[in-house]
């Protein structure tokens, strides 16, 4: 019974549910045989149910009020569950009756049912109608508000509903005729808005931050064009426009029509929605024919609207088209094209990714439909860019070669190169005497501009055919600046740009047609072209008779600095150089084609400066003494390395104080002096071994100057090579190895080019300076061999010699001319040390005297002093090696013995083979003088003399070195 009772426990604590408690309960009590404990179980349950109850009590006591409100819930349940069974069961008898009744009137009904489809459909048809006749009012109310996808839709689906359902309604014969010729033509509105926004808003805020550039205070009239865009003055390439450009097509916004702001605020969002309306109106193969037909005439009127706008902000700016305004008018003409272009080539793109959505969304109904692309936009405006660069290039004339552009010529037909180089005076604006401002003819502030314009450039002449209405609608093509080829040179960098920019958009190893024309144009033509006319300038001044005799004018040396005359073809020839090293620069990526050209052209007129100096100096394939020398190697070293011409090469502050040194100078003209007189003491010289025209002196003083100053331009030009090379390392266009090599190349020539103009003006100056030496030994030589100085004193035999006269007036026209034509430091050069030789021409000379008396020694005296006095006059300075001759042949009024005593006397002023002469002369020209052995021991003393002075000399010289 304790085990039953423990089961019973442990069902009890297990199980929670009722009823399996009560089944183990009854199992419990069923499986005992005990009385009693069935008792004491029936007892413990009895306990068990009234603590239960008791519980239960206690539990209603504590939530009477939840316990009442859930029996009243239950109650009305239950009462509105038996209510809705009973009407439930009422509605069921009430159906089947209806349906018993409708059984018998089933064919009325269907009558009634179809007559109400059939009124319910005409009030439908009439609302429609309703609709359809209120359509063209709201259509051109759309359209004037330019809603145009809500237009074409509505167009669209009326158009839909009269050949349709309403096809059948006589009356609305009118309405469906007014509104299927509206849904013809309207995509032909809707394309023309299109075009609008590709080629007139996108273009209309191109140049805005520029507008006032160029004005004092950018103040100034505004424009009133009667265009639709706003002008103005371009921006730079690198600025947006006022489109995105799309990466994809999932870029664009959805098009959709905002009837609370304006559609054309966003012109990508409006293109999108007249591509949709368009799409409706399944016209997007018109659509697309209308855009390739209509792409190239836009890109030309956007040329002639913007010339326009250029010229008129020229002209309120108060700019006249005058020479020096006509390059900088293109090239903002060429800019402002840029950025118009770029913008018009972004809007392309946004309708092609507009149209390509749209083919996207519906790609079986547009099968077969081919949309143009980027490219052949950019192809379009690369054509429309070639034709204006071929107008304003000339490239007829160009091409033909047949008379040189007026920006080509290079100087004035009158031969005054001086122009070149003036200074440009201002061009005053010509301004007339009355305006009409506020006449009636100024209706608009748009023919007010047109009407300035047409006057301006009628007057100025400066735009072919003038400027009038037809600069924007049409008619002959009209120039910012007379078309030329030298117009390549301001646009060539901005036009490389561009290109560099379609070339990076069209994909790496791609050409564009633009860079074609463009390297065809510069390579095949503008080169040959500039080859030519620099030809042309300088045959004009070369291929004459006599080229170095033709000097250029007094304002073109004023205008250049430069203080004595050059030679007309070196000005060309320079001023050929400057332009090719200027055009060099403006087209840096054919540098190297310049420089070939600069190099060739030097080598031309080097050879023909050649031809003219040897033309001088060389008589019968035979050159003059002076000539010969300046050419011999050894000679000219030798000449160039003396004193006297390196001080002519040092500032004049040095060379003047090293002038000052008269021991410097006298031993610098010794050592000269010694070379000529060894060279020349003893021959007699023919005429034509020496230049007696004056002229042809004239003519190598100015091939001297010219070639100097020509050297020197070519080193500045050089220096500035280097200089722009060194800043600008890298350029636009990338240069090969190659390249660079030849360029080095180049450079290495021009350079060697430079040194060689240098050598002629140092072989010119050397002739000189030597030709005047030449005709001194021309003169003096046969005065002393072939002179008779044993006169006796009379009139006549005093006069001057002859020789000394010829000589005097060669040195008087060669310092005229040489004064007039060469700088003051090379006239130095050349008269300096003259003296010096003439006294050793003279002292040497009294060895070939046969003899000589009193009166010629005074004759010879005569002869010195006014050869001193010619060349004082030239030098400005005493000359004092004239007075040591001159006192060498006074030195001949003493007799043999006479002249032993004053050389112990006064010391040893000549050299011992001078005393030897002077001693010999003296003993051909006196009598008894003692035989042979007495004159040879008069000279064996004189040379113990000599020997005995200067070791006197030396030792007053060691004991003055010993003293300090």
Same mark, same amino acid.
């Given at each position: 019974?304790?085990?039953?009772?423990?089961?019973?426990?442990?069902?009890?604590?297990?199980?929670?549910?009722?009823?399996?408690?009560?089944?183990?309960?009854?199992?419990?009590?069923?499986?005992?045989?005990?009385?009693?404990?069935?008792?004491?179980?029936?007892?413990?349950?009895?306990?068990?149910?009234?603590?239960?109850?008791?519980?239960?009590?206690?539990?209603?006591?504590?939530?009477?009020?939840?316990?009442?409100?859930?029996?009243?819930?239950?109650?009305?349940?239950?009462?509105?569950?038996?209510?809705?069974?009973?009407?439930?069961?009422?509605?069921?008898?009430?159906?089947?009756?209806?349906?018993?009744?409708?059984?018998?009137?089933?064919?009325?009904?269907?009558?009634?049912?179809?007559?109400?489809?059939?009124?319910?459909?005409?009030?439908?048809?009439?609302?429609?109608?309703?609709?359809?006749?209120?359509?063209?009012?709201?259509?051109?109310?759309?359209?004037?508000?330019?809603?145009?996808?809500?237009?074409?839709?509505?167009?669209?689906?009326?158009?839909?509903?009269?050949?349709?359902?309403?096809?059948?309604?006589?009356?609305?014969?009118?309405?469906?005729?007014?509104?299927?010729?509206?849904?013809?033509?309207?995509?032909?509105?809707?394309?023309?808005?299109?075009?609008?926004?590709?080629?007139?808003?996108?273009?209309?805020?191109?140049?805005?931050?520029?507008?006032?550039?160029?004005?004092?205070?950018?103040?100034?009239?505004?424009?009133?064009?009667?265009?639709?865009?706003?002008?103005?003055?371009?921006?730079?390439?690198?600025?947006?426009?006022?489109?995105?450009?799309?990466?994809?097509?999932?870029?664009?916004?959805?098009?959709?029509?905002?009837?609370?702001?304006?559609?054309?605020?966003?012109?990508?969002?409006?293109?999108?929605?007249?591509?949709?309306?368009?799409?409706?109106?399944?016209?997007?193969?018109?659509?697309?024919?209308?855009?390739?037909?209509?792409?190239?005439?836009?890109?030309?009127?956007?040329?002639?609207?913007?010339?326009?706008?250029?010229?008129?902000?020229?002209?309120?700016?108060?700019?006249?088209?005058?020479?020096?305004?006509?390059?900088?008018?293109?090239?903002?003409?060429?800019?402002?094209?840029?950025?118009?272009?770029?913008?018009?080539?972004?809007?392309?793109?946004?309708?092609?990714?507009?149209?390509?959505?749209?083919?996207?969304?519906?790609?079986?109904?547009?099968?077969?439909?081919?949309?143009?692309?980027?490219?052949?936009?950019?192809?379009?405006?690369?054509?429309?860019?070639?034709?204006?660069?071929?107008?304003?290039?000339?490239?007829?004339?160009?091409?033909?070669?047949?008379?040189?552009?007026?920006?080509?010529?290079?100087?004035?037909?009158?031969?005054?190169?001086?122009?070149?180089?003036?200074?440009?005076?201002?061009?005053?604006?010509?301004?007339?005497?009355?305006?009409?401002?506020?006449?009636?003819?100024?209706?608009?502030?748009?023919?007010?501009?047109?009407?300035?314009?047409?006057?301006?450039?009628?007057?100025?002449?400066?735009?072919?055919?003038?400027?009038?209405?037809?600069?924007?609608?049409?008619?002959?093509?009209?120039?910012?600046?007379?078309?030329?080829?030298?117009?390549?040179?301001?646009?060539?960098?901005?036009?490389?740009?561009?290109?560099?920019?379609?070339?990076?958009?069209?994909?790496?190893?791609?050409?564009?047609?633009?860079?074609?024309?463009?390297?065809?144009?510069?390579?095949?033509?503008?080169?040959?072209?500039?080859?030519?006319?620099?030809?042309?300038?300088?045959?004009?001044?070369?291929?004459?008779?006599?080229?170095?005799?033709?000097?250029?004018?007094?304002?073109?040396?004023?205008?250049?600095?430069?203080?004595?005359?050059?030679?007309?073809?070196?000005?060309?020839?320079?001023?050929?150089?400057?332009?090719?090293?200027?055009?060099?620069?403006?087209?840096?990526?054919?540098?190297?084609?310049?420089?070939?050209?600069?190099?060739?052209?030097?080598?031309?007129?080097?050879?023909?400066?050649?031809?003219?100096?040897? !033309?001088?100096?060389?008589?019968?394939?035979?050159?003059?003494?002076?000539?010969?020398?300046?050419?011999?190697?050894?000679?000219?070293?030798?000449?160039?390395?003396?004193?006297?011409?390196?001080?002519?090469?040092?500032?004049?502050?040095?060379?003047?104080?090293?002038?000052?040194?008269?021991?410097?100078?006298?031993?610098?003209?010794?050592?000269?002096?010694?070379?000529?007189?060894?060279?020349?003491?003893?021959?007699?010289?023919?005429?034509?071994?020496?230049?007696?025209?004056?002229?042809?002196?004239?003519?190598?003083?100015?091939?001297?100057?010219?070639?100097?100053?020509?050297?020197?331009?070519?080193?500045?030009?050089?220096?500035?090579?280097?200089?722009?090379?060194?800043?600008?390392?890298?350029?636009?266009?990338?240069?090969?190895?190659?390249?660079?090599?030849?360029?080095?190349?180049?450079?290495?020539?021009?350079?060697?080019?430079?040194?060689?103009?240098?050598?002629?003006?140092?072989?010119?100056?050397?002739?000189?300076?030597?030709?005047?030496?030449?005709?001194?030994?021309?003169?003096?030589?046969?005065?002393?061999?072939?002179?008779?100085?044993?006169?006796?004193?009379?009139?006549?035999?005093?006069?001057?010699?002859?020789?000394?006269?010829?000589?005097?007036?060669?040195?008087? !026209?060669?310092?005229?001319?040489?004064?007039?034509?060469?700088?003051?430091?090379?006239?130095?050069?050349?008269?300096?040390?003259?003296?010096?030789?003439?006294?050793?021409?003279?002292?040497?000379?009294?060895?070939?005297?046969?003899?000589?008396?009193?009166?010629?020694?005074?004759?010879?005296?005569?002869?010195?002093?006014?050869?001193?006095?010619?060349?004082?006059?030239?030098?400005?300075?005493?000359?004092?090696?004239?007075?040591?001759?001159?006192?060498?042949?006074?030195?001949?009024?003493?007799?043999?013995?006479?002249?032993?005593?004053?050389?112990?006397?006064?010391?040893?002023?000549?050299?011992?083979?001078?005393?030897?002469?002077?001693?010999?002369?003296?003993?051909?020209?006196?009598?008894?003088?003692?035989?042979?052995?007495?004159?040879?021991?008069?000279?064996?003393?004189?040379?113990?003399?000599?020997?005995?002075?200067?070791?006197?000399?030396?030792?007053?010289?060691?004991?003055?070195?010993?003293?300090?």
């Amino acid at each position: 019974m304790a085990a039953d009772t423990g089961r019973y426990r442990t069902a009890v604590s297990k199980s929670k549910d009722p009823s399996s408690l009560l089944i183990s309960v009854i199992r419990t009590l069923s499986s005992s045989d005990d009385v009693q404990d069935r008792e004491t179980e029936k007892g413990r349950l009895e306990e068990a149910y009234e603590k239960c109850d008791r519980d239960l009590d206690e539990l209603i006591v504590q939530h009477y009020t939840e316990l009442t409100t859930a029996i009243r819930t239950y109650q009305s349940i239950t009462e509105r569950i038996t209510s809705s069974r009973n009407k439930i069961k009422q509605v069921k008898e009430n159906l089947l009756s209806c349906k018993m009744l409708l059984h018998c009137k089933r064919d009325e009904l269907r009558k009634l049912w179809i007559e109400g489809i059939e009124h319910k459909h005409v009030l439908e048809l009439l609302d429609e109608i309703e609709k359809i006749k209120q359509v063209p009012q709201k259509l051109e109310a759309c359209m004037a508000s330019k809603t145009y996808l809500d237009a074409t839709e509505m167009l669209v689906s009326a158009v839909e509903s009269l050949e349709g359902p309403l096809l059948q309604v006589e009356g609305l014969g009118d309405l469906r005729l007014e509104l299927h010729s509206k849904k013809l033509n309207i995509h032909l509105v809707l394309i023309d808005e299109l075009h609008r926004h590709l080629y007139i808003k996108s273009t209309s805020r191109v140049g805005q931050r520029g507008k006032d550039k160029g004005r004092p205070g950018g103040s100034g009239p505004k424009d009133s064009s009667s265009l639709d865009v706003s002008l103005s003055t371009p921006r730079k390439l690198t600025e947006s426009s006022q489109f995105s450009t799309p990466g994809t097509s999932s870029n664009l916004p959805d098009a959709k029509e905002d009837l609370d702001v304006d559609p054309e605020e966003n012109s990508a969002e409006f293109m999108g929605i007249l591509i949709k309306a368009l799409a409706k109106l399944k016209k997007i193969p018109e659509t697309v024919n209308a855009i390739m037909e209509r792409l190239e005439p836009e890109l030309k009127q956007i040329l002639k609207r913007s010339t326009t706008q250029i010229a008129d902000q020229a002209y309120q700016r108060g700019e006249s088209l005058a020479q020096e305004n006509q390059s900088r008018l293109l090239l903002e003409l060429l800019e402002l094209l840029f950025d118009k272009f770029n913008a018009v080539a972004t809007a392309h793109s946004i309708v092609l990714n507009h149209l390509r959505r749209i083919m996207a969304s519906s790609s079986g109904a547009r099968e077969g439909i081919k949309l143009y692309e980027q490219a052949d936009v950019s192809a379009k405006i690369q054509t429309v860019l070639q034709v204006l660069l071929m107008d304003y290039l000339d490239v007829k004339n160009t091409r033909s070669a047949a008379e040189p552009s007026a920006q080509l010529s290079y100087a004035s037909t009158g031969g005054d190169f001086g122009a070149f180089f003036a200074k440009k005076k201002p061009v005053r604006p010509k301004q007339s005497l009355f305006k009409f401002e506020s006449s009636s003819h100024a209706i608009s502030m748009s023919a007010y501009l047109r009407e300035q314009r047409r006057e301006l450039y009628s007057k100025s002449g400066e735009l072919q055919g003038g400027a009038d209405d037809n600069l924007i609608e049409g008619g002959e093509t009209k120039f910012l600046c007379k078309p030329g080829a030298r117009n390549i040179t301001v646009i060539f960098q901005p036009l490389l740009r561009f290109i560099q920019e379609i070339e990076l958009n069209m994909g790496p190893g791609k050409q564009c047609q633009l860079r074609t024309f463009l390297t065809y144009y510069i390579n095949e033509l503008f080169l040959n072209q500039v080859r030519t006319e620099t030809n042309k300038e300088i045959e004009s001044v070369t291929k004459v008779s006599d080229p170095l005799k033709i000097l250029a004018s007094a304002d073109t040396m004023k205008n250049l600095g430069v203080q004595r005359p050059l030679l007309q073809s070196t000005v060309i020839v320079v001023k050929s150089v400057q332009d090719l090293m200027s055009l060099m620069q403006d087209l840096s990526a054919y540098s190297n084609q310049f420089l070939e050209m600069v190099c060739d052209k030097l080598k031309e007129y080097k050879e023909i400066c050649n031809t003219a100096y040897r !033309g001088i100096v060389q008589s019968e394939e035979k050159l003059t003494i002076s000539a010969s020398w300046a050419k011999d190697e050894d000679i000219s070293r030798l000449l160039q390395s003396l004193p006297n011409w390196g001080n002519m090469a040092q500032p004049r502050q040095l060379r003047q104080k090293r002038e000052d040194e008269e021991d410097f100078t006298r031993v610098a003209f010794a050592k000269e002096s010694e070379v000529l007189t060894g060279n020349l003491g003893d021959k007699l010289i023919p005429p034509s071994e020496i230049l007696r025209d004056v002229s042809d002196l004239k003519a190598l003083a100015n091939l001297q100057e010219s070639m100097e100053w020509l050297a020197t331009s070519l080193k500045g030009f050089l220096s500035n090579l280097t200089l722009i090379s060194n800043l600008s390392p890298g350029s636009d266009v990338q240069v090969s190895s190659e390249s660079a090599r030849s360029r080095e190349h180049i450079l290495q020539t021009l350079s060697d080019l430079a040194r060689s103009f240098q050598d002629i003006a140092d072989r010119c100056l050397l002739v000189l300076h030597l030709e005047v030496r030449v005709h001194c030994f021309h003169y003096l030589i046969p005065l002393a061999k072939q002179g008779n100085y044993a006169i006796v004193a009379n009139a006549a035999s005093m006069d001057y010699d002859p020789l000394v006269v010829k000589l005097n007036k060669d040195i008087s !026209g060669i310092e005229e001319a040489m004064a007039a034509a060469l700088q003051q430091h090379k006239f130095q050069y050349i008269f300096e040390g003259l003296g010096h030789l003439i006294s050793c021409i003279l002292i040497n000379g009294a060895q070939y005297f046969k003899r000589i008396s009193e009166s010629g020694i005074k004759k010879m005296c005569r002869n010195i002093f006014v050869l001193q006095q010619n060349l004082t006059n030239i030098t400005m300075s005493r000359e004092a090696d004239l007075d040591f001759a001159r006192q060498y042949y006074e030195m001949l009024y003493n007799t043999a013995d006479e002249l032993l005593n004053l050389v112990v006397d006064q010391g040893v002023r000549y050299s011992e083979l001078e005393y030897i002469n002077a001693l010999s002369l003296l003993h051909r020209s006196q009598t008894g003088v003692g035989d042979l052995s007495v004159q040879n021991t008069r000279l064996q003393r004189l040379k113990e003399i000599i020997c005995e002075q200067a070791a006197i000399k030396q030792a007053t010289k060691d004991k003055k070195i010993t003293t300090v």
